[in-house]
């Protein structure tokens, strides 16, 4: 079992940044943890995601829409996970979601792949 808890979504303006950050706890070995997000009347999206773990590093995934402006991280010894967004855009505003796979590699980001989900946090980027 993995529980997760987000925090540190909010409002910024375009251009500004944002780093939002997911408590985990419970087992967290070897797994892929992930962000989720999720616009009004949208699907579920993949952002970004990292493999925690020895036997296969610290693989990161990151989907078109934030690439170059997404860094993703893991800090093993406070179990976060970390997602920093940069020159934030107004097509960014979401709930953003952590989550983790209870077994399985990051990529593809599907969201039925993920057994583990936090509540979510809201980020709203205005223009």
């Known amino acids: 079992q993995v529980q997760l808890v987000e925090s540190g979504g909010g409002s910024v303006q375009a251009g500004g940044s944002l780093r939002l950050s997911c408590k985990a706890s419970?087992?967290?070995?070897?797994?892929?943890m992930g962000w989720f997000r999720q616009a009004p009347e949208t699907e579920r999206k993949g952002v970004a995601a990292?493999?925690?773990?020895?036997?296969?590093?610290?693989?990161?995934y990151y989907a078109d829409s934030v690439k170059g402006r997404a860094t993703i991280s893991w800090d093993s010894a406070k179990k976060v996970v970390f997602l920093q967004m940069d020159n934030l855009e107004p097509e960014d505003t979401s709930i953003y979601y952590c989550?983790?796979?209870?077994?399985?590699?990051?990529?593809?980001?599907?969201?039925?792949?993920?057994?583990?989900w936090g509540q979510g946090t809201q980020v709203t980027v205005s223009s």
């Open positions: 989550a983790a796979r209870a077994y399985g590699l990051c990529a593809p980001m599907r969201e039925e792949d993920f057994d583990y």
């Open positions: 419970g087992y967290t070995n070897d797994r892929c």
């Open positions: 990292i493999y925690v773990g020895a036997i296969h590093g610290e693989d990161t």
